[in-house]
């Protein structure tokens, strides 16, 4: 990356990291692996999320999630 790109990408950094180059490029290549590697996590928590509050919706009702499940998928509005 040329300089230019790696102190705009460093903005809001502290320290020598957003406007020393060596330091900005290290900070700015780790950030970008962060940022891949939390972009896949987010879709995974957010699952965990979704499945907690389906079975706590499904708790309210009586109802088991498996058998909401297994009804979902009968009549073809598959949820997973």
């Excluded at 903005?11 to 900005?24: L, V």
């Excluded at 499945?51 to 088991?64: E, K, P, W, Y």
């Amino acid at each position: 990356m040329n300089k230019k790109k790696v102190f705009n990408l460093a903005k809001g950094f502290r320290g020598k990291a957003k406007n020393c180059i060596r330091i900005a490029r290290e900070r700015v290549k780790k950030a970008l692996q962060y940022s891949y590697k939390d972009r896949r996590n987010k879709k995974r928590d957010m699952r965990s999320v979704w499945i907690q509050r389906i079975n706590a919706g499904t708790c309210l009702h009586s109802v088991r999630i498996v058998r909401l499940l297994f009804f979902t998928y009968i009549s073809k509005d598959c949820l997973f």
